[in-house]
């Protein structure tokens, strides 16, 4: 239905510059000329997203030529899954990823990453937890979202549901860091957009769990 909406934004969008551009050819009047080549602009937009979402992903695009590696792959990971076969990983890592997910959806994502995981292989995963005092204002955010619903989903965890996961899924917790510890060597001065520098150790600001596939 999605798409639909979008294919009929574009066919408006053409129409009103066409018609604004023959009444421009007809009076020269110069507000007729730039609002043609406005909604021409949306018509672009229009036909972009309509590629990015069904034909070629722009952003994956983007990243290879970025990165220009024969070795790198990049997918769109749909859903729970993961597009790897299995125990084919050395580690996967989940980014700020835990954080926007449902306790549930996490859990399957991590057995998920298991399948695809080596013997020895290594999950990496980042969370929100209330032991933190600088993830609070995160919470507070959420209380002042009830009933709105206009910023994105953020689920707090904990060290000891981390480990009650790892039982239960069969894996090694290897480290569990709290993200105000300074556990991250350095190898150079980092300068935050706050002008804040950092050097020799830093936090990583979520908390970290890293887990690890048995042999």
Not at 114 to 126: D, E, F, N, Q
Not at 146 to 155: A, D, M, R, S, T
Request: hydrophobic letters at 45%; a negative charge; one cysteine or more.
């Amino acid at each position: 239905m999605a798409e639909v909406v979008y294919i009929l934004c574009t066919a408006t969008s053409i129409l009103c510059a066409v018609l604004l551009f023959r009444s421009y050819r007809a009076s020269r009047t110069r507000l007729l000329f730039w609002s043609s080549l406005c909604f021409m602009g949306l018509a672009v937009n229009n036909v972009m997203l309509i590629l990015d979402l069904y034909v070629v992903s722009m952003d994956l695009f983007y990243a290879r030529t970025l990165v220009a590696k024969q070795d790198w792959r990049f997918e769109v990971a749909k859903g729970l899954t993961i597009p790897e076969q299995d125990r084919q990983a050395d580690i996967v890592c989940f980014f700020s990823v835990l954080t926007h997910l449902l306790h549930e959806e996490s859990y399957l994502y991590l057995l998920e990453a298991k399948r695809v995981l080596k013997p020895g292989g290594k999950i990496v995963a980042s969370f929100l937890d209330f032991k933190i005092d600088a993830h609070w204002s995160v919470f507070e955010d959420n209380l002042k979202d009830v009933g709105i619903g206009e910023k994105p989903l953020n689920v707090f965890m904990s060290a000891d549901l981390m480990q009650k996961w790892a039982k239960h899924l069969d894996l090694e917790v290897e480290a569990i860091k709290d993200g105000d510890e300074k556990h991250i060597l350095l190898s150079q001065p980092i300068t935050f957009s706050s002008g804040e520098t950092v050097e020799g150790t830093s936090a990583f600001g979520q908390s970290l769990c890293v887990l690890v596939r048995k042999p």
